[in-house]
């Protein structure tokens, strides 16, 4: 029993520790730093508070569609101007504004689909570290106005044209929660929210991690066992 306590310890020592990081989705109504209802916005403002450790967070699109790509006719690329950062980005709750968004993006297979792959596309807002909170903030497509997921039509960041929205709406064909920011003329855009941690993703492997060690322990037992037998014979 103490050697394969002392296997165990000895490979949990072994794996590559990942820096944790996680995030939140908060909602308002709130009273405080311009986030809460604004008489012009219908629904709830919400953003992104990170709890712990370092990371990038990401939106990405909603995925209808797991057979066709062009089943997916409300990716944040048809509904928004992504082709450049500087139409997109984060928006700071401590100082009020708007920050531009680093314009790196990944392609994610979702599913292998009927007629190729099913990709979602993740558009980087920035690098974030625990206890930073803001909002997300987008342009619709060939519009020259914007909206952000917090603060009220004081803010130059929401225009006039901003009138809805909405966090946590429902899930996607992947299972993934999705968000949504509406304007006058131009309707809705829909889209989800990951972060990646500085060490991987979200940093939580070690279920995963944990699971592969006892079903190896198992296997050790019992090839322990199995000899010992064998001596005895």
Do not use: C
Not at 44 to 66: C, F, N, Q
Not at 133 to 158: E, H, R, Y
């Amino acid at each position: 029993m103490r050697t394969k306590v002392l296997v165990l310890v000895l490979a949990l020592m072994a794996m590559p520790v990942f820096a944790v990081f996680q995030y939140e989705i908060v909602t308002g109504p709130f009273g405080v730093g311009g986030v809460g209802i604004d008489p012009g916005i219908k629904g709830m403002p919400y953003y992104v508070r990170i709890t712990e450790g370092t990371g990038s967070i990401y939106i990405a699109d909603r995925i209808d569609d797991l057979k066709k790509m062009s089943g997916n006719k409300e990716l944040l690329s048809i509904t928004a101007e992504m082709s450049s950062p500087e139409h997109y980005g984060w928006a700071d709750m401590s100082s009020g504004k708007a920050v531009v968004a680093t314009g790196k993006t990944q392609e994610i297979l979702v599913a292998k689909g009927t007629d190729g792959p099913i990709i979602k596309t993740g558009y980087e807002l920035g690098t974030f570290t625990v206890g930073d909170q803001f909002g997300v903030w987008l342009t619709p497509n060939d519009q020259k106005f914007t909206g952000a997921t917090i603060f009220g039509k004081d803010n130059p960041i929401n225009s006039p044209e901003l009138v809805y929205r909405k966090p946590f709406i429902d899930t996607d064909a992947t299972g993934t929660a999705y968000h949504e920011l509406s304007f006058k003329g131009t309707g809705s855009n829909y889209f989800t929210i990951y972060g990646v941690g500085e060490e991987g993703p979200s940093g939580k492997p070690l279920p995963g991690v944990l699971a592969t060690l006892l079903i190896g322990g198992a296997i050790s037992g019992a090839a322990g066992m199995k000899k010992r037998r064998r001596q005895k014979a």
